[in-house]
């Protein structure tokens, strides 16, 4: 699998915006982005997902560049329950790819007051 | 609650003992995995089953076995522990539609030491 590189920790005001970059220069043409988060000892929590658009639901915005080798995770208006470990991960299409997710070690949000 | 049950929630074991960590999903979900965590660090793969019937091992599969029962259900056992097992295991499941890997859904973690 492609690997990622995301900033080890960010901060961000409660209310603003969070932009969780993550670098995936290696990503192959039938690879995925996956955004999910890991809120202090529960399971991770599944975000969004993309292939080259950018895509939004009702929890975050991800943009990805037109090379795809970056993407960002945008939590809009970001409150304090959103402070979590963020992970970037990219995998193959489930057709003729491994069905694993390999996490790193993620971008530690802390939202502030 | 449809989702990812994990039993039990914490477990002490003395080094040697046996004992199998327990999942199972009410999604349908075809694929399962095993993950383990260990302070400060992110989720490694033990083992997954893409299907029913089928098991394949992940980065750090030594120490451990598991079974896929049946579609619901697919458990983790350690034969003999050791304190480097000393983790929290967490069980997921997963849809594929087409081409795609829909989100996993995780459970809420086994917090297990051994001593």
């Known amino acids: 699998d492609a690997k990622t590189t995301q900033p080890p920790s960010m901060d961000c005001a409660e209310g603003r915006a969070a932009n969780l970059p993550c670098n995936h220069s290696?990503?192959?043409?039938?690879?995925?982005v996956y955004w999910y988060r890991q809120i202090h000892s529960q399971g991770p929590q599944y975000i969004i997902h993309?292939?080259?658009n950018n895509e939004t639901n009702e929890m975050a915005s991800l943009i990805i560049t037109e090379d795809r080798k970056s993407s960002t995770l945008i939590l809009p208006h970001a409150t304090l329950r959103d402070t979590a470990v963020y992970y970037c991960i990219v995998r193959p299409t489930a057709q003729g790819g491994s069905e694993k997710l390999v996490f790193g070690k993620g971008t530690k949000l802390t939202v502030n007051p | 609650n449809a989702g990812v049950t994990q039993t039990p929630k914490f477990q002490v074991l003395k080094t040697g003992q046996s004992m199998t960590l327990q999942c199972a999903q009410d999604?349908?979900?075809?694929?399962m995995y095993w993950y383990r965590q260990d302070p400060g660090m992110g989720l490694r793969l033990i083992y997954y089953s893409a299907s029913e019937g089928t098991t394949d091992k992940g980065e750090v599969p030594n120490g451990y076995n598991v079974s896929r029962l049946n579609k619901r259900e697919f458990s983790l056992r350690l034969e003999s522990a050791a304190p480097s097992q000393t983790s929290v295991y967490f069980c997921a499941s997963s849809i594929r539609t087409g081409l795609v890997n829909y989100g996993y859904t995780f459970g809420s973690g086994t917090r297990l030491t051994v001593v």
């Open positions: 290696t990503i192959s043409g039938n690879e995925y």
């Open positions: 993309g292939l080259k």
């Open positions: 999604m349908n979900h075809n694929s």
